[in-house]
């Protein structure tokens, strides 16, 4: 079965620096990639997606996220975190039964301190 | 374009009751999700429609069902509610194509049982 991880439940930056949220999968098959992004009181919404191609996919926000076969990882990206980044952050990857079951990773809470 | 709308946003219930959430997805979008969302628990898939037909369920319980109309507005019902389905419900929806799907999610409805 699918599966993604996310080691990290909560990870502090400071606004200005680099950041990385974490994500491990297994899967069988093609891996089908996804980071989303939930704020306080809202839906989550889409961030970027990893179907096939180049390994550092670029998504909404500034965010980037390296697709590493080898280590069969997802890691999130971004060169310079702002406050207003500070959210729960989902990997998941797409369930070999259907095209629109996505399975998520138990989240990572950012928080960006100023 | 409106985005996925669910009803009612916050709600209320004793132990016994039953509930029944409603979410009308994008324009277009044939394919409706629930998740259900808990600190504890993460995000769980429940369902799936697609087309009035349910292509996949999550491992609940049959107190959870849910339904897709033709016009692929979805409901889900929980039925004899217990403390511990206390949680954030949410609706996603998205085109059914092949390979992978952004899902576009609801608001959710947060229901907590007394």
């Known amino acids: 079965a699918q599966s993604v991880a996310q080691p990290e439940d909560q990870v502090n930056v400071a606004e200005g620096n680099p950041l990385t949220v974490k994500c491990t999968y297994s899967?069988?098959?093609?891996?089908?990639l996804f980071w989303y992004v939930q704020y306080p009181n809202r839906g989550l919404q889409f961030l970027l997606k990893?179907?096939?191609?180049?390994?550092l996919v670029k998504g909404s926000y500034g965010f980037e996220a390296e697709f590493n076969k080898s280590q069969t990882s997802f890691h999130l990206k971004k060169p310079s975190a702002l406050v207003s980044d500070s959210a729960l952050y989902f990997c998941?990857?797409?369930?070999?039964?259907?095209?629109?079951?996505?399975?998520f990773g138990s989240g990572t809470r950012l928080s960006i301190r100023p | 374009k409106a985005g996925v709308t669910q009803t009612p946003r916050y709600l209320i219930k004793t132990r016994g009751q039953q509930v029944t959430l409603s979410c009308s997805p994008i324009?277009?979008?044939?394919?409706v999700s629930w998740y259900q969302q808990t600190p504890g628990q993460g995000l769980q898939f429940l369902f799936e429609?697609?087309?009035?037909?349910?292509?996949n369920k999550g491992n609940f319980p049959g107190r959870f069902s849910g339904r897709q109309f033709s016009n692929s507005r979805s409901e889900m019902n929980v039925s004899t509610l217990e403390l511990g389905d206390s949680a954030l419900y949410l609706c996603?929806?998205?085109?059914?194509?092949?390979?992978?799907?952004?899902?576009?999610f609801g608001a959710g409805s947060r229901l907590t049982v007394l």
């Open positions: 990893y179907i096939t191609g180049d390994n």
């Open positions: 998941a990857v797409r369930d070999d039964s259907s095209a629109s079951k996505i399975i």
């Open positions: 324009s277009g979008h044939r394919s």
């Open positions: 899967v069988s098959g093609n891996p089908y």
């Open positions: 429609y697609f087309s009035e037909t349910q292509r």
């Open positions: 996603a929806s998205s085109l059914m194509d092949s390979g992978a799907n952004v899902l576009t």
